[in-house]
């Protein structure tokens, strides 16, 4: 079972060991999230340097705005921007303007689609793998490009698509829907092949019975982002940002390794460890045990945890190289060269 304070610590540990390269990948998930500004203080700030009452009071008397006599706002506002740009088709300058709002938005949306949501796995991909390693290369958040890119195109997107539908269900729908498709990034950080209904089944088990605390592990930061918007968004960028990256990742790890919480699943893809990731090597259905692979008493898979006690984010089956420790011939390797299996017991699962 794991904690809100466990979870910080380990994510603190990491974090600090890790500075400059985790703010900077950081800043990345935030742009790909739309979660990354400088505060609304900002604004805040610098607007009362530019009109006094005074002046608001002047422009709302030359430009009254319609009350209840005006039946037809739309002509109203012809009228208005008639009065901005004398001679010019108002109708020609709404055609325009919604034509730019529609290609805005449009191009935001394919943005979104097929470049941000693949940095947004890559970034995840980061944290993981720079849990157990030190000084891990910050290009590997574009991996994505690289391998599975269309899987995790259709996946994120899907994720995305869903919510949507479910947040228009009165709101709350959607958020406990984003709750349950949570852990959709983090699969996809580890194995970019994983099916989509793979991955939303098994974020959907991972995250059974989790959702609420989750939730609540969210509210914790609540006092952070307040300070982070009250300096300008400096500490966000700088320590927050990071930080909670890191408490996400940790908990990713700990779900990882609540018992049973494997799923049976099939189609996967394994790892050649010549060529990478490929589509003609399948899993071996017989070799996930559904029952075993995610106990927490033979499981290097979130290893941050073990059956004592939390371990301060990692322990010693990482320090040493030799125990899980990556890519080998042996039997305890991550990729097995006899049967080609892929084994979830171990985070070291991706190489660039």
């Not at 709404?94 to 529609?102: A, H, P, R, Y």
């Not at 092949?193 to 991972?206: G, I, N, V």
């Not at 300096?231 to 779900?255: C, I, K, S, W």
Request: hydrophobic residues 30%.
């Amino acid at each position: 079972m794991w904690n809100r304070i466990e979870l910080k610590a380990a994510a603190k540990q990491r974090f600090h060991s890790n500075y400059w390269p985790s703010v900077v990948v950081a800043v990345i998930l935030s742009i790909t999230l739309g979660t990354f500004s400088f505060g609304n203080s900002f604004s805040n700030a610098t607007s009362d340097n530019y009109y006094s009452s005074s002046d608001i009071n002047n422009i709302l008397s030359d430009s009254p705005i319609p009350d209840s006599s005006y039946s037809d706002m739309s002509a109203y506002m012809k009228n208005y921007i008639s009065s901005i740009f004398p001679g010019v088709n108002v109708n020609t300058i709404l055609q325009g303007l919604s034509l730019i709002i529609l290609i805005v938005g449009l191009l935001s949306i394919l943005l979104n689609v097929f470049v941000f949501n693949p940095l947004q796995v890559g970034c995840q991909h980061w944290f993981i793998r720079s849990r157990t390693e030190d000084n891990y290369n910050i290009g590997s958040v574009g991996f994505t490009f690289k391998e599975g890119y269309g899987n995790v195109t259709k996946t994120m997107f899907l994720k995305q698509l869903y919510t949507f539908f479910w947040s228009l269900l009165f709101v709350f729908p959607g958020i406990i829907k984003s709750y349950e498709y949570r852990m959709i990034p983090y699969l996809l950080a580890e194995n970019p092949y994983m099916s989509t209904d793979e991955a939303f089944a098994r974020s959907r088990s991972m995250m059974d019975g989790e959702k609420w605390n989750a939730f609540v592990l969210d509210l914790s930061f609540i006092g952070w982002n307040i300070l982070s918007s009250l300096t300008l968004g400096l500490v966000g960028l700088f320590y927050v940002a990071p930080y909670q990256a890191y408490t996400d990742m940790e908990l990713y790890v700990a779900l990882c390794s609540k018992p049973n919480n494997g799923y049976n699943g099939t189609n996967y893809n394994s790892y050649n460890t010549n060529n990478g990731y490929g589509n003609n090597n399948s899993y071996n259905n017989n070799s996930y045990n559904y029952d075993n692979d995610y106990s927490n008493g033979n499981s290097g898979y979130g290893s941050g945890y073990d059956d004592n006690n939390y371990s301060n984010g990692y322990d010693n089956k990482y320090g040493n190289g030799n125990d899980n420790s990556g890519y080998d011939n042996n039997s305890n390797s991550n990729y097995n060269n006899s049967s080609n299996d892929y084994d979830y017991n171990n985070h070291d699962n991706l190489d660039e």
